[in-house]
């Protein structure tokens, strides 16, 4: 296995060179680098290296070069855009934007430890920048014209990205499901995090764009509320108050939830995928007039200054915070 200095000389024979560590899961490993070039150019960048151990099995390898051949291609402000796949050796790596801020994830649990609640208007906004960046996703084509028929399947505060400047990102397109690009056994195993599973998710069946309209519902509640209604004590227990739980009424839970958020809440909610908002332009919509049908809302700009006022201007509150702990 490489070491961490060794893996930093072999980036930087290929002109890029490894920073820090800035997120790590059970396969791979994410650097904030930079890419350098002639004349002294450099770019910030995210690396994204599948794990040496992994990258024997071929199913990994096959999902870890589908993700980056089916994100080359999708160029969006609300997607995390892939620049590069690479190799060193049989280790394969993504370079990738370098969002400069957090995921959602750290601002709820920010949030959290402060005593706070996240302003109605910001959390629906917030996830209505994921529906747009699902309904771009959702109806992208291949260079034939043909659907690529996405779905995410892993929308979840982890994967959405916050950036310092106000910019919301989907990131991370991992399990997601395409057309021939992606090792799939959709119906033989669940594919995604037991919090945020779509019922069909949940019970093994096959998915559609759909799938992506609920877990959308579910961080809008945990931005809203501060917890996820559907985690329970372990992934059996999750996955069944997904199935059956009894959906409560929002607005006697939040100040600021009226009546047509709460109805948007219970429509993104729908066990029942028919009864579901059909597609994320189609819920898109409906956050949208939710937040600008009386005028003036939301902005990036103005998610911009809320960040910057808890976190300091460039994550200084967020660096501070974590080195506290």
């Known amino acids: 296995m490489r070491t961490v200095e060794r893996l930093k000389h072999l980036f930087n024979e290929i002109h890029y060179e490894l920073v820090r560590k800035i997120a790590e899961g059970g396969m791979g490993v994410v650097y904030e680098g930079r890419q350098h070039g002639s004349d002294e150019f450099c770019k910030v960048v995210a690396i994204k290296l599948i794990r040496e151990e992994f990258s024997v099995f071929d199913e990994f390898r096959s999902n870890f070069i589908g993700e980056a051949r089916l994100v080359a291609d999708l160029i969006h402000t609300n997607i995390v855009q892939t620049y590069h796949l690479g190799a060193l050796g049989d280790q394969y790596f993504m370079v990738m934007e370098y969002v400069n801020g957090l995921n959602t994830e750290e601002f709820i649990n920010h949030h959290i430890e402060t005593n706070q609640l996240i302003p109605v208007d910001l959390a629906v906004f917030i996830v209505s920048r994921v529906a747009r960046g699902l309904a771009y996703a959702h109806q992208k084509r291949d260079v034939h014209g043909r659907p690529l028929g996405i779905v995410h399947r892993d929308v979840g505060p982890k994967n959405i990205m916050l950036a310092y400047e106000g910019d919301v990102k989907l990131t991370d397109f991992g399990i997601a499901k395409a057309l021939d690009l992606m090792y799939n056994e959709e119906g033989e195993v669940i594919a995604g995090k037991d919090e945020y599973l779509s019922p069909e998710q949940a019970r093994k069946e096959v998915t559609d764009a759909r799938a992506d309209i609920f877990p959308c519902g579910i961080v809008l509640s945990e931005l809203l509320l501060g917890y996820n209604i559907f985690e329970g004590e372990d992934s059996d227990t999750t996955r069944e108050r997904i199935l059956t739980l009894e959906l409560p009424d929002f607005r006697r839970m939040r100040d600021g939830v009226d009546d047509k958020l709460n109805d948007i809440l219970y429509r993104t909610l729908a066990r029942e995928r028919e009864d579901r908002y059909q597609s994320a332009t189609e819920l898109l919509t409906a956050l949208e007039v ?24 460039d994550g200084d509150g967020a660096a501070l915070r974590h080195a506290q702990r």
Do not use: C, I, M, R
Not at 290 to 313: I, M, R
């Open 290 to 313: 939710y937040l600008y049908s009386d005028g003036y809302g939301p902005t990036n700009e103005k998610l911009a200054l809320y960040v910057q006022d808890l976190f300091g201007p």
